[in-house]
């Protein structure tokens, strides 16, 4: 399994510097541009939008990487390849997966050298290793999402539904402070695992008590998202 792993990480990411540029670099892109052209007297505001960063990083590469990976993989045939393999299916997702948890990792650390180096945000060691661990392990329904996606099987379906990782990104309060949003934008983007991933990692951050119910809410997305892709690849398997 560790030797298909590091297969795929050289496949997936290694070979594809984009996946690099547009999940690591553009975050860290846009943290430094809206922290020093949105500056406030708030003390908290650039490490609450380092955190806003840390989370859209992984939404970027939990839902439109993994889902362009996946998608990529069928048309070119390396997943049919598999069949004739002695690699179990859900060897090739665990190990895709674990890809795409790495690289969230590289996400979360990028961000917060950029956010010591240029506006001075230092956490303790201990939350350090909370957060690099924690962030890309809560992203799993982000992930469910993109293999989601993937079971399109079609390149254009998934760029075009791909934008959803925009509006969950406006809607849960990533680009503007929550508060700001209207009332019925909060409503919806307060239900979204992408606000309950962010809050939690706030709540870490403050030093404040965890909230239980954001937990409760993440895994009962990964179980409805889990239940969708069953349903979605039952189809597509009769479709075909």
């Not at 547009?22 to 860290?28: H, K, S, Y």
């Not at 960063?53 to 889902?67: F, K, P, Q, R, W």
Request: include cysteine; charged fraction near 10%.
């Amino acid at each position: 399994m560790i030797k298909q792993v590091k297969f795929n990480f050289k496949r997936i990411i290694l070979r594809n510097p984009s996946f690099l540029f547009f999940d690591i670099l553009l975050p860290v892109m846009f943290y430094l541009l809206f922290t020093k052209v949105m500056s406030s007297n708030d003390p908290g505001f650039e490490r609450d939008y380092l955190v806003s960063m840390m989370i859209y990083a992984n939404l970027l590469g939990s839902v439109l990487t993994v889902a362009n990976t996946l998608v990529t993989d069928y048309t070119s045939g390396y997943a049919k390849l598999l069949q004739i393999l002695p690699l179990k299916r859900w060897q090739y997702y665990v190990s895709v997966g674990s890809c795409f948890w790495l690289l969230n990792v590289l996400c979360v650390i990028a961000l917060g050298v950029a956010g010591w180096i240029f506006n001075g945000i230092v956490f303790s060691a201990k939350l350090w290793s909370i957060l690099v661990l924690v962030i890309p392990l809560l992203a799993t329904p982000l992930m469910l999402l993109g293999v989601l996606l993937a079971t399109t099987r079609n390149v254009n379906t998934v760029n075009v539904l791909g934008n959803i990782v925009f509006l969950l990104a406006i809607i849960s309060g990533l680009w503007w402070p929550f508060e700001l949003l209207p009332h019925w934008i909060q409503v919806l983007g307060g239900h979204t695992p992408v606000y309950y991933v962010a809050e939690i990692a706030r709540e870490l951050v403050n030093g404040g008590s965890l909230t239980l119910g954001y937990f409760g809410g993440i895994v009962i997305w990964s179980g409805v998202l889990s239940g969708l892709i069953y349903l979605s690849e039952k189809l597509m398997r009769r479709v075909q």
